[in-house]
């Protein structure tokens, strides 16, 4: 009897180096809000049904046929529910507070690229849609060497732009991979940096214009191509949509 019980010990010990070095190779988006005076105008939540769909599949009334949205052709393949990224923020732009999420697992990862989906027709200039300002949502990155730079939805533009149904990838990446330093200002090349963290920040109320609107939804969070589009699981979990187990994806 003992012997018995000590076998799946010993096994699960022996399993969870694995499985710990696997869940370190995955992309997480954590939500969190800044919101210190308690105002409750602040949100950060990744929803089932809000993102941009990959792989979905659309019913007619008769029957249901495949639909993926041109702007994300490619997605995070944990994602079992089409979920997305909601960052809101309520009331002016003057308060102190902001949602976004932080990045897990990015440490070490050299930078070619960053970007995101946002539900948003056509260019990032666009009015329509999600808020899309000079400011947020934002990446703020600290690189290796401890300095940190901030890339803001539109400033600077992204240089790739794919527009879908209502959906449009922005991607950084190549001589249009820069960021402004927080110290000087100053635009600055990231391709080749290496990170150390990134956090995407959402601080722009219903003041900040052209939209007016003070939320944003996003999807396919882009680290050097390594996508999360949905919000956190527990290590070893492949997708909250149907509790698979294991790593099928690679």
């Not at 809101?88 to 003057?94: A, D, I, L, S, Y």
């Amino acid at each position: 009897m003992k012997t018995s019980r000590l076998i799946p010990l010993a096994l699960g010990i022996f399993l969870m180096p694995g499985a710990a070095a696997y869940a370190a190779e995955r992309l997480n988006a954590d939500p969190f809000e800044f919101d210190p005076a308690n105002t409750k105008l602040v949100q950060s939540t990744w929803l089932p049904g809000i993102g941009c769909p990959t792989d979905a599949r659309v019913y007619d009334g008769t029957s249901t046929t495949p639909y993926t949205d041109p702007a994300c052709p490619t997605g995070d393949l944990r994602d079992r529910q089409n979920e997305g990224l909601l960052l809101v923020k309520t009331g002016p732009t003057t308060n102190v507070a902001s949602a976004g999420v932080v990045l897990r697992n990015v440490k070490g990862i050299t930078l070619t690229e960053l970007g995101y989906d946002i539900r948003k027709p056509v260019v990032s200039t666009d009015p329509r849609g999600s808020h899309c300002g000079a400011g947020a949502p934002r990446f703020n990155v600290t690189t290796e060497d401890g300095k940190m730079f901030f890339i803001g939805c539109n400033s600077p533009p992204a240089n790739g732009q794919t527009p879908g149904n209502g959906w449009l990838r922005l991607r950084w990446g190549g001589a249009g991979l820069a960021g402004f330093n927080t110290q000087t200002g100053v635009l600055t090349p990231l391709a080749g940096l290496t990170v150390k963290k990134i956090s995407i920040v959402f601080d722009e109320g219903q003041d900040a214009g052209p939209d007016n609107f003070g939320a944003a939804v996003l999807d396919n969070i882009d680290v050097s191509g390594n996508l999360v589009g949905q919000g956190p699981i527990e290590p070893g979990i492949e997708s909250r949509g149907d509790g698979e187990h294991g790593d099928n994806d690679d």
